[in-house]
């Protein structure tokens, strides 16, 4: 089955610099990947996706690139700001008949004033 | 408002007592599924259902049920909970109805935490 690895497992970083976090994936027919943010104590929630005939989605200082020839794909935030603290996760799918979502260890970003 | 409703939120039990988490969400989706989340290891999948009646295993589902006897509704089950089971226990909901179309935002409850003794 399918097998996300999720890289770095905590960061931290001075605010308004950039944050970057990775993920690689095992299955090649996975094709949907979506990133999730819990915030401390609170539910996740999506902040966006990608689909694998989609090499770049951008929603405003966000940004989630895929490379499905090396298996991986990544999560960048700009200009980062106190709100951005959080756990991040990302996941891998294979849309086709049913919905099974496998997720990564998760990426604990500080963000530091 | 849209939501997806668990109980209970938080409880300890001991080892061998059964219990159910209730998860209920009112945005009319098919799909839902419950996932366990431990430091360490994310968000793992136990259960998830396509619609009423249609339920199958996900990655962990080792020492879980779960029943789809309404749309509304996909309750959790644990028939002799074990230490092993201690968590934080997501429900969510998705607008997911299969086919590469339509991927489906999950909608998450506000979580569980079971201590179980």
């Known amino acids: 089955g399918e097998n996300v690895e999720q890289h770095p497992s905590t960061l931290s970083v001075q605010e308004g610099d950039s944050a970057v976090i990775k993920c690689t994936y095992s299955d090649s027919a996975s094709n949907y990947f979506p990133w999730y943010k819990q915030e401390l104590g609170k539910r996740p929630q999506l902040i966006i996706d990608i689909r694998s005939n989609v090499g770049e989605k951008k929603d405003q200082r966000i940004a989630v690139t895929l490379n499905k020839t090396a298996k991986h794909f990544s999560l960048h935030i700009t200009e980062t700001q106190p709100e951005d603290s959080a756990v991040y996760f990302c996941a891998a799918s294979i849309i086709q008949g049913a919905q099974k979502l496998v997720f990564g260890q998760g990426t604990r970003l500080t963000i530091n004033p | 408002e849209a939501q997806v409703t668990q109980n209970p939120r938080y409880l300890i039990t001991v080892t061998g007592k059964k219990l159910t988490v209730t998860c209920s969400q009112n945005m009319n989706h098919e799909y839902m599924s419950w996932y366990r989340q431990d430091p360490g290891l994310g968000l793992r999948q136990i259960y998830y259902?396509?619609?009423?009646?249609?339920?199958d295993k996900g990655d962990v589902p080792e020492g879980y049920k779960v029943s789809r006897k309404e749309k509304r509704n996909f309750p959790l089950i644990l028939e002799s909970p074990s230490p092993n089971q201690t968590s934080l226990y997501f429900c969510?909901?998705?607008?997911?109805?299969?086919?590469?179309?339509?991927?489906?935002?999950?909608?998450f409850g506000e979580g569980s935490r079971l201590t179980v003794l």
């Open positions: 259902s396509m619609n009423v009646e249609v339920t």
């Open positions: 969510a909901s998705s607008t997911f109805r299969g086919g590469y179309q339509n991927t489906g935002e999950l909608f």
